[in-house]
């Protein structure tokens, strides 16, 4: 697979992006195929990048999705992404990476383990994953630390209470990221200057 793209490329470097769709549930959580998306079987896929540049046979542990896929690659690039462009770039190219995955799963297929147009919003962290539900799913918050086969739902422990509170703000909070913004108008009136307390009075004994 390397051998190829750089024999077809000897004065450029080339670059192999290896990747894969969401998973499926071979029976854990008493599900069968693809399903809702909060579990480790469906979110948790392979990423591999080969470049001539960075670090090489290392495995990582940084949290990704596939928007900042697009997004590294244009940042390593030095290409400027255009408005809208959602995802982050990753630490192979020089940038931050993510504190959270965020998933969104909505479908209109009726289910009837769950409900009519089930929803549920997930943000997967290093030790936390709490999920919120429409429908008969209970709210979840799972300790993937202390419990990887997330088989115990700590969403109403007293003990962890602030770190709910803060999970739920941080799910909010990228919930309101994503919402495209774009197409912006084609011309923004510039905002008009601000008056000082002189000019304010004296609008104010004008008017």
Known sequence: MQRRPRQANKKRPSFILFTAD???YPGEHR???KDTEQHDSLSHVPFIWVGPKGAKGERSQEIAQMPDIGTTILEHARVEAPVGKQGVALSLAGGQGREAAHIQFETQRTQEALCTLPCVHTTIHDRWRPSISLGKCPNERIDLVDDPGERTNRWDSAAHADIRSRLIEGLAELDIAVVN????PTAQPSPAPALSPTECSSAASDS
Do not use: A, E, Q
């Not at 913004?181 to 912006?184: A, G, I, K, N, Q």
């Open 22 to 24: 969401r998973g499926d």
């Open 31 to 33: 599900m069968l195929f």
């Open 181 to 184: 913004r774009v197409p912006l």
